[in-house]
């Protein structure tokens, strides 16, 4: 039996007389009460919650809802509020507007309200969205009010025991080191939360036409029709969705229905906000089994698309109707290079001289090429849109679509710079209009790029540890032996330390990352491989490597199933390797 440790007890009760919160306290007693009276579990978890403060990232705040200073509840919040604003006053902020919004998960309502409290107390002009709302609408809302600063209480995709505290800058990206760790230092230095100035003050609950104009903004991505087709009616698509509980189903049919296509379909038993997630064992659109309701609900009203947002609705996952007449979802690398080609086969250069496309160092290498064809720029960064927004120069200048892998798209930077499952979702269901309008589907287009670029076939690989610090162990192994062959062609390793914890393998028509997880004991290893269409190899080429006339010398259908083939065999060998090599 392990016994009680006296600092746990004492940073508890610490902790419950700095407390804001007369509920928190009575649950933090509890545990006490039972570990000082002999229960393990009781003593593991208070050593838990004791371990140290919930640490302040790039995303800001996540964790699980309970008391102690290692988990989400009103007195940390106060805390990193008071911190967040010492650092923006340091920053010459001081007395801007800060918006503050809120999905609707347990908590939230009372997070965000103590959050508007501090910053207004602080001498900020703090401002609330009416009513919780998706995280790209405060996105949208920090931009367009001109803020200094915007907070999210959201844990997007989390399980339903967590909640979570998201910081947007005055250009609406989100932070980056070193604001990260100055922000930190910040928070620890505030003290008590009880401490904390929470009056209540002034503050602005604003009106539902910032909401308007966000959905407007939104609707407003669909493409003009390309020169000599017909009219596209998207008035006759069928979209099938579901925010899968979360804040998304209201907004996404707004924004739909304002861009012209009026008949969508919400899962009913999904559509509303509810804090438990109900119907699905962790609210991921990239979980197995958590859209089952959705393609069902797609197959039974013979649906043209499938939408599906996380629960704070900044990720968008497509389904379809493949070939064989089976719904299936579209992988993140699909949906990215399908929108990209929608955006780029329509892009108005005359708005957009010299154009930016992003993704990151995980997803597919396909966009770099479909950038070559249609000229324009291209980069890659780390994971994350923190960093996406700002490819290029580092400001994101002349972006005009970003994506990841996981289900993120950035359509419209110019009015939300950070990822948004809505407008995404609008720019898909106009890609699918104006293909239904000319008797093609999204297959057909991925065929198009694979016989123009390759077969590109992608897949993730997670590799679970006993703990966190068995990730680096393993990293520093393959740093010391890395592979010179994987599938059976030579590799080479590219080390990205000290920037960030990744390596890079690369071979001919083969790549793996591999990095640790921050917050999981996991390493992750995403691969790709490309194979080339065979009857194309022949045809003469430009400089870019691009055939001069796709329409003419289109690989045929066989050529094309037989390449993914001969790519999904490779990726099923190379899977098996980088496992081995893992383990």
Known sequence: ??????????????????????????????????????????????????????????????????????????????????GLAAWLVKQGHGGGIVVVGRDARHGSAEFAQDAADVFASAGFDARVLPRPLPTPVLAYAVRSLGAVAGVQVTASHNPPQDNGYKVYLGDGTQIVPPADRQIEAEIEAVGAAISVSRTTPARTVLDESLVQDYLAAAAAVVRPAAPGSGPVDRSALRIAATPLHGVGGEPLVAALRGAGFTDVRLVQSQAAPDPEFPTVGFPNPEEPGTVDELLALAAESSADLAVALDPDADRCALGARGRDGVWRMLRGDETGVLLAHHLLSTLD????????????????????????????????????????????????????????????????????????????????????????????????????????????????LSLRLTE??????????????????????????????????????????????????GTEPKLKAYLEIVEQVADSADQDTDPTGQAPDAERSAPSAPAIAAARQRASDRLAGLRTEVAALLA
Not at 47 to 60: I, K, N, Q, S, V
């Open 1 to 82: 039996m392990s016994a009680l440790r006296p600092q746990d007890r004492d940073a508890a009760f610490r902790w419950m007389a700095d407390d804001v919160d007369p509920t928190a306290k009575l649950e933090l007693q509890r545990v006490v009460a039972g570990a000082m009276g002999g229960d393990e579990s009781a003593r593991a978890e208070l050593a838990d919650r004791m371990a140290g403060t919930l640490t302040f990232g790039t995303a800001g705040l996540r964790g699980p809802l309970r008391a102690g200073p290692n988990g989400m509840n009103r007195a940390v919040v106060v805390r990193a509020t008071a």
């Open 349 to 460: 250069r005359g708005r957009h001289p010299d154009p930016l496309v992003a993704t990151t160092i995980v997803s597919s290498s396909l966009l770099k090429a479909m950038a070559a064809e249609h000229g324009v720029r291209y980069d890659e960064t780390l994971t994350g849109f923190k960093w996406l927004v700002r490819a290029g120069d580092g400001s994101g200048t002349g972006l005009v679509y970003a994506y990841e892998e996981a289900l993120g798209h950035c359509v419209a930077p110019d009015s939300v710079r950070d990822k948004d499952g809505i407008s995404a979702a609008v720019l898909a269901a106009d890609l699918v209009a104006g293909l239904r309008a000319t008797g093609r589907d999204v297959w057909d287009v991925l065929d198009e790029l694979a016989g123009r670029h390759g077969v590109h076939l992608t897949e993730g």
């Open 468 to 517: 966190v610090s068995a990730g680096a162990r393993l990293m520093r192994a393959l740093r010391a032996e890395p592979p010179t062959t994987l599938a059976g062609v030579a590799v080479e390793m590219e080390d990205l330390s000290p920037r960030s914890d990744v390596l890079v393998l690369r071979g001919a028509g083969l790549r793996v990352v591999v990095r640790p997880s």
